[in-house]
């Protein structure tokens, strides 16, 4: 028979390991970000700036989208409506308005916040693929308010977009200047989501996408939790889309066309839907085929059609889900 003596010390020694386990970021973690850090400052100097930077744009873009489907449980099929609204409020604040460049990215954000408030106030009031019908027409509204809109340039966009200066010191009329920007920004963006995912609000958002009755049963009101992370996917898609506003000195209709509804999609399944790094390792494959095989015109497209097609069937957690399912730990 154990005594109570016995037991205590068994359960002193237990509770600072549990502890241990469970705080602080894990290491391969800290080692990821690092050679992420590491990868990002190397990058400029042995790529062309301006490709990594759309790389690392979409890549915020992916993992904002991420935070809804993987994390959330919701498919969205309109989340080109708050990247592509901020880039055009952004391009429009710094060319007409005259702001500086953070100004305008904050503005640009601030409206994907608001869209995504109104939008998603109505779009959770329903569930699987009716969602996913709902803000896919809002986001066409968006698109054709775009096209018809006095601001926005029509077909041929808001261009040349004035780079300015950030904080009214430093210029950002090279491409390096505006590369660190850019990567700052990715990484704020990256940490933010981490934090969100890794907080009891990302505990009570996976219990949601994995049993909502269960969630429910238990005293959660499931549509505050499900428009709150709503309205962060947006303002973080926002904030994606106002920073490529910059790098590329334009806001066009390809920012809100459904098609890059679709991209960010595939994205998100191609690196691995559910993972903390699976939507960079998607954009920068996608990102990069677009880049390279650019002179292949529409055959690009299919391409992009066969490996998403090999890749559900062969990789149906993604690239990086396979690799965690491979090492045993969690990407």
Known sequence: MVSVTDTEPTSAVAEPRIRKKTMGMPTHHMAIFAMLLAAGIVAPFMLYPVFVMKVLCFAL????????????????????????????????????????????IL??????????????????????????????????????????????????GIQGVPRGNLFGIISLQSHFAVYWMVLAIFFIGILIIYRIIHSPFGQVLKAIRENEPRAISLGYRVNRYKLTVFVLSATLAGLAGAT????????????VHWSMSGEVVLMTLLGGMGTVFGPIVGAAVIVTMQNYLATWGAWVTIVQGIIFVLGVLLFREGIVGVLSKLIRKPL
């Open 107 to 156: 503005a640009g954000t601030a409206t994907a916040a608001l869209l995504g408030l109104a939008f998603g106030s109505l779009a959770i009031r329903r569930q699987g693929i009716y969602f996913a019908m709902v803000t896919l027409a809002f986001a066409q509204m968006v698109y054709f308010f775009a096209l018809q809109a006095p601001f926005t340039g029509g077909e041929d």
């Open 244 to 255: 490529k506003a910059f790098v590329f000195q334009l806001a066009s209709l390809t920012d």
């Open 61 to 104: 873009f992916a993992c904002a989208f991420n935070l809804l489907l993987g994390f959330g449980g919701l498919l969205s099929f309109g989340h080109a409506a708050y990247f592509g609204s901020a880039s055009y409020i952004s391009a429009h604040a710094a060319k007409v308005w005259g702001l500086s460049p953070e100004l305008s």
